[in-house]
């Protein structure tokens, strides 16, 4: 079988990457990325002499077009994926979530390609902190962001290309990942890198809005379950039980790194601000027989700072204009 993944440079792409070449053997990867501030060829380096790499954009027409061609399915990671870039400059989120994915479809129409699309949770907006439900494929669409509302665009794009054209396409809605290979300006590596360097963690607001952790290594064990078993034309949603709060967060990572307990900071709080996301992954478990491997949110948070410890070679050159992009915005 001969896979396109677009975004394999990225932090859940380059994982998916790995995980393939680990566990498929029968899979050729080519991957698409367009190694924008987000990519890191690096992040590949241990499976390079088993897989194509090719640098560019997925609005490429002419580009995509030669590669859909040779393909049997593509897995679409790639993403402007950060929602506080978003919000300083929503334009590389409109072309590359929006027209990038729509440049796929019409790539994987023409040469009657199989494709997944990988898509979040923001997209249903958010939920209160007391509201017992959860989403679920029937919760309506309500982003909030300029990266969600992009990529509930592209979900659609793809909804209307399965329906009216026929595309072999699914679709899956993930919850907050962590792992290995996360870039820095995410919430969980950026606290880990700050505690190594020994600067207090940053909590946005009061730290209360609830995000539901999934490891990566499970999201992407879901996602081959839906190239397996998943039926054209469905969503599924993905998500581990994983409903934590970020003081929570902040809190077990002070206890992993034996500082205080109060010894993190409460800055700006991020503006529009979702208050919690928590997913009903019923379809996925009960149709495809799927289940999480990562249950302990805790041994997970301390694999992952012993990752970034491994690993300082990998981020140490970003993280001085990461803090500084932050201090503009008072975060
Ligand atoms: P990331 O920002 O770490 O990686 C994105 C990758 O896409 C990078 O390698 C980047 O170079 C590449 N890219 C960006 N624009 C491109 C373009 N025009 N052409 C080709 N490549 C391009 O993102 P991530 O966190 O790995 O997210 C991957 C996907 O998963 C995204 O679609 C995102 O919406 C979705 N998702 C992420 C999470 C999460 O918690 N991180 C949760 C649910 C869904
Ligand atoms: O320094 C911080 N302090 C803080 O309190 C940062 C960077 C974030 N936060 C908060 C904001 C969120 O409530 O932590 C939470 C997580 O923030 P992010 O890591 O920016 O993730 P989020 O906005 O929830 O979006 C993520 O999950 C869904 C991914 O970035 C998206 O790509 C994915 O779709």
Same mark, same amino acid.
């Given at each position: ?13 380059? @994982?998916?990457? $790995?995980?393939? &070449?680990?566990?498929?053997? /029968? ?5 698409? /990325? ?7 060829? +690096? ?7 088993? *897989? ?5 954009? *997925? ?20 993403? =402007? ?6 919000? @300083? ?6 072309? +590359? @979530? ?8 019409? !790539? ?19 939920? =209160? ?53 996360? $870039?820095?300006?995410?919430? *969980? ?20 809005? &609830? ?14 379950? *839906?190239? /397996? ?10 998500? !581990?039980?994983?409903?934590? @709060? ?5 809190? +077990?990572?002070? =206890? ?16 529009? $601000? ?5 997913? /009903? ?51």
């Amino acid at each position: 079988m001969r896979v396109l993944i677009t975004g394999g440079a990225g932090f859940i792409g380059s @994982n998916f990457v $790995h995980q393939t &070449v680990r566990e498929r053997p /029968d899979v050729q990867v080519t991957v698409l /990325d367009a190694l924008t501030y987000a990519g890191d060829e +690096t992040s590949l380096a241990g499976v390079s002499e088993e *897989i194509r790499f090719v640098e560019g954009s *997925i609005a490429d027409t002419a580009l995509v077009d030669r590669l859909a061609a040779d393909s049997d399915v593509v897995v679409h990671f790639a993403a =402007e994926s950060h929602n506080d870039n978003s919000l @300083n400059d929503p334009s590389p989120f409109v072309q +590359t @979530n929006l027209i990038g994915t729509f440049t796929l479809l019409e !790539a994987v129409r023409k040469h009657g390609v199989r494709f997944h699309h990988i898509s979040t949770d923001e997209v249903y907006g958010d939920l =209160e902190l007391d509201d017992p439900a959860k989403f679920t494929p029937e919760t309506p669409y309500n982003p909030s962001s300029p990266y969600s509302s992009t990529k509930a665009g592209s979900d659609l794009l793809v909804r209307a290309w399965a329906r009216s054209f026929g595309v072999e396409a699914t679709i899956s809605n993930c919850s907050n990942n962590y792992g290995p290979y996360q $870039h820095i300006e995410k919430f *969980i590596p950026r606290q880990i890198t700050n505690l190594i360097d020994g600067i207090r963690p940053r909590l946005y607001g009061a730290g209360l809005n &609830v995000r539901d952790w999934i490891h990566v290594e499970d999201h992407n064990s879901a996602v081959w379950s *839906i190239l /397996d078993g998943g039926r054209p034309g469905e969503t599924y949603l993905i998500g !581990a039980d994983g409903e934590t @709060n970020n003081l929570d967060v902040v809190r +077990t990572l002070l =206890e992993i790194f034996e500082r205080d307990a109060d010894d993190f900071d409460h800055v700006a709080d991020r503006p529009g $601000h979702d208050l919690r996301y928590a997913i /009903d992954a019923t379809k996925l478990r009960d149709e495809l027989g799927w289940s999480p491997r990562y249950t302990d949110f805790r041994a997970g948070l301390e694999a992952t700072v012993q990752w970034y410890r491994d690993n300082e070679a990998w981020w140490r050159p970003h993280k001085a204009a990461v803090e500084a992009k932050y201090a503009a915005t008072g975060q």
